[in-house]
């Protein structure tokens, strides 16, 4: 049983920067991959990061300007966003699975899920 709960979502000029958590409660946090994904009004739950102990993986229109990272003594997941862009609007949800062999970047391959925190990039 996994319970993920987001924060710090809000409205950033273009060009800002946010930071976002997730707290999970789950018993051997370290034992799950963490990712970031986000949606779009009218558009499909896109992948934005995820981390596996220390490797990392980026979709290609985040990457450079957005870091995923980890507290596992914490059971935090975070999602440092710079350089926003009008684009970035979306409601960004936390997800969990067991750990496996690679990153999934799906989001078939996630069984667990917050409610989602809404971030609204302003031009």
């Known amino acids: 049983q996994v319970q993920l709960v987001e924060s710090g979502g809000g409205l950033v000029q273009a060009g800002g920067s946010l930071t976002l958590s997730c707290a999970a409660s789950?018993?051997?946090?370290?034992?799950?991959?963490m990712g970031w994904f986000r949606q779009a009004p009218g558009k499909e739950r896109e992948f934005v990061a995820a981390?596996?102990?220390?490797?990392?993986v980026y979709a290609d229109s985040v990457k450079g300007r957005f870091t995923i990272s980890r507290d596992n003594a914490k059971n935090m997941v975070y999602l440092q966003m710079n350089n926003l862009k009008p684009e970035d609007t979306a409601v960004y949800y936390c997800?969990?699975?067991?750990?496996?062999?690679?990153?999934?970047?799906?989001?078939?391959?996630?069984?667990?899920w917050g409610q989602g925190t809404q971030v609204t990039v302003s031009s």
């Open positions: 981390i596996l102990w220390s490797n990392t």
């Open positions: 997800a969990a699975n067991t750990v496996g062999l690679r990153i999934p970047r799906s989001r078939n391959e996630y069984d667990y």
């Open positions: 789950v018993r051997s946090f370290s034992s799950y991959v």
